[in-house]
């Protein structure tokens, strides 16, 4: 069973920026994809990014050119730089892994606050 974990959540104002990162327990080559959702207090969770084993990325109109998902293969870490960050970015944010026969993994989650 793979294990994700985030950090790198906090509070920050806004127009600010932050950077999240997701440790996996095996090495990132394994998994299908890698990538970023969040979810709100009284909201669905939110897809932000997903980066395939090749290393193609996809963001969804919302996010796109204020996001970027990137990886450290020899640290099988995958980082989420947020920038120009909004109080509606306020959510906790979960890696997940695609993984080819088995349901998708899903980090604990981080907390990121945008607040002056």
């Known amino acids: 069973q793979v294990q994700l974990v985030e950090s790198g959540g906090g509070l920050v104002q806004p127009g600010g920026s932050l950077r999240l990162s997701c440790a996996a327990s095996?090495?990132?080559?394994?998994?299908?994809?890698l990538g970023w959702s969040r979810q709100a207090p009284g909201k669905q969770r939110e897809w932000l990014a997903r980066m395939t084993g090749g290393g193609y990325t996809t963001y969804p109109d919302s996010v796109k050119g204020r996001f970027t998902i990137s990886r450290n293969n020899a640290e099988n870490t995958v980082y989420l730089q947020m920038n120009s960050l909004k109080p509606e970015d306020t959510a906790v944010y979960y890696c997940?892994?695609?993984?080819?026969?088995?349901?998708?993994?899903w980090g604990q989650g981080t907390q990121v606050t945008v607040s002056s």
């Open positions: 095996g090495s990132i080559f394994s998994f299908k994809a």
């Open positions: 997940y892994a695609e993984h080819q026969r088995a349901p998708t993994s």
